[in-house]
C-alpha cells in the first residue's frame, strides 16, 4: 500500500472501495496535472461521497480553504482547475468495478444477507479495492481537459453580532427583521 493511500485511510477512518476511487482519481491528477502550490489547485467534485476524502488528503482540496467545491450529481467526477495555468482537468472514475456486489449491497441495505452471502460480500469487497487499487488508468479513469470559468476564490468577510443571540457570523450572511441584525439562524427561527 503506498504511502498517499495509507495517509488517506487514516484521515478517512477506514478503507473502502470509494476511498480507493478518490485515490486513483487524486493520484492522477497528482502526477499528471501541472500546478505551483496546493491553493491554486480547485477541486469541483460531483458527489459528497468517500471518494472526495481522498482527493481532500492527497491534493489538499479541502472544504475549509475553500478550494473544494461539492455539487453534489451522485457521479463520481472530479474536475480539476488550476488557476495559475487557468486549465482544467475533469476525471470521471468510469471503472465498472463493482458487479454482483453492488446487488449483494441493495441486500445488505435491506437487511436481508444470509451469513454466506455475508461472507461472500466481504471476500467481494477486498476484491473490489484491490481491482481499483492496480487497475490500469485508462481502463478506470476518463480524463479529459475542460474549458471551465475560473471558480469564485475563497472570501473573507467582516463579521457581525447578532442582536438577537449575540453570536458573531459573516457580514454576508446576516439578515435584517424586526429592525434587528440577524444571523441566519435566527432570522429563520423568528420568521421561518
Ligand atoms: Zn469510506
Ligand atoms: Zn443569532
Known sequence: MDDDFKKAAEFHGHICPG?????????????HYPR?????LVCIAENKSCSVDAVQSLLGCTAGKGNL??????????????RDQDKALRIYFQGDVFGRMDALRQKMAAGKLTAEEKKEFQGLRSQVIE??????????????????????????????????CGERFMEILGRTAEGKVLCKDCFEKKVC
Open 69 to 82: 467545491i461539492l455539487v453534489d450529481n451522485g457521479k463520481q467526477v472530479f474536475t480539476f482547475y488550476s
Open 19 to 31: 476511498l480507493a476511487m478518490g485515490y486513483r482519481v487524486a493520484k492522477y491528477a497528482k502526477e
Open 36 to 40: 505551483s502550490q496546493d491553493e491554486e
Open 131 to 164: 481491482n481499483i487499487l492496480t487497475g490500469k488508468d485508462e481502463d478506470l479513469l476518463a480524463v479529459k481537459e475542460v474549458d471551465i470559468p475560473a471558480p469564485e476564490k475563497a472570501r473573507i468577510y467582516p463579521s457581525l453580532q447578532c442582536q438577537e
